[in-house]
């Protein structure tokens, strides 16, 4: 059997360590806190780490970590993942060429997509990202999915305001030649069940 873990940490005695793992959401950290009670509790190392199931060396790890950071040295930590493709500065200007808009006679779109934008990082800077990756930078400049409604590079706003003007509004009864609506038949009183009549 091996020797005793020596757990350096003592802030927390074994029964305050089992009433943690009961809190603790993440299953994997409450079972490495409950072999840390076992240790404190004098059980030998292979014992402990067995009964949780790990193995003498994997909880010698848990303890050093616990050792260094208590209770939240026992999580999982999350990977940072992979960095952005693009540098600050070509996040800037990503952000300049979104609010500039992009130039239909250049661009050949009225509005910014993020397949569009995909290509024209592509074109300028000749970084491949997907429009799932192009989207996420977007979030983290701060834009997001909603946008304005996209307006024709030639359309006549005067025009359009004088059609609105002209137009009549639309009546709030209803139309006396509109056909009534019958109502369903579906939600009429049964009859009431009558005994069968031999006969």
Sequence with gaps: ???????????????????AA??????????RILALALV????????????????RQTLRDWVHRYNAAG???????????????????????????VEAGPDPAVHGVVRWRRVDLRDELQRRFGVALHERSVG????????RKLSV???????????????KKTSPRQSEHKSPTAPKV????SGSKMRPGSASRAR
């Design 40 to 55: 404190l509790d004098g059980l030998d190392r292979k014992t402990a780490a067995e009964t949780c199931g790990m193995d």
């Design 149 to 163: 409604r996209p307006r024709h590079p030639q359309a006549d706003e005067e025009a359009q305001e004088a059609f």
């Design 22 to 31: 009961s809190g603790e959401k993440n299953s994997a950290a409450a079972r």
């Design 182 to 185: 019958s109502r369903s038949k």
């Design 71 to 97: 209770l939240v040295g026992l999580r999982n930590l999350k990977s940072p993942g992979p960095g952005s493709k693009l540098t600050a500065r070509q996040q800037a200007e990503l952000a300049e060429l």
């Design 136 to 143: 996420k930078v977007l979030a983290k400049l701060g834009y």
């Design 1 to 19: 059997m091996g020797a005793a873990v020596s757990i350096t940490r003592l802030d927390l005695t074994a029964s305050e360590l089992r009433k």
